[in-house]
């Protein structure tokens, strides 16, 4: 069964930097496209970037500062990873990985980013 579990959150500056990464486990996701999305409070939850199995990226040009989105594709697991570089207290949110393959979509638990003083 197939999991996401994202990590690298954490309290920051504003100005600063974060690397939040995402495996994803227990069935073969090499070959799919991970997405990250975001949900600040009280709003929606919103795309900000997404990359296929070749590793080409495409990213959000709403998203405040810098980005910066890589993945690594092993024999059993598929690590993406996004780069965040002079964040903003908008970019506080929730920040969650995605992907489906031919039976169901998968969500990881999540990962709180906050930009503050």
């Known amino acids: 069964q197939g999991q996401l579990v994202e990590s690298g959150g954490g309290l920051v500056q504003p100005g600063g930097s974060l690397r939040l990464s995402c495996v994803a486990s227990g069935r073969n996701f090499s070959g799919g496209i991970m997405v990250w999305y975001r949900q600040a409070p009280g709003k929606r939850r919103e795309l900000i970037a997404a990359?296929?199995?070749?590793?080409?990226?495409?990213?959000e040009s709403s998203v405040e500062g810098g980005l910066n989105l890589s993945r690594v594709n092993a024999k059993d697991t598929v690590t993406m990873f996004l780069d965040m570089t002079n964040l903003k207290p908008d970019d506080t949110a929730v920040y969650y990985c995605?992907?489906?393959?031919?039976?169901?979509?998968?969500w990881g638990q999540g990962t709180q980013v906050t930009v503050a003083s």
């Open positions: 990359i296929d199995s070749a590793g080409t990226a495409s990213l």
């Open positions: 995605h992907t489906k393959d031919l039976v169901r979509e998968y």
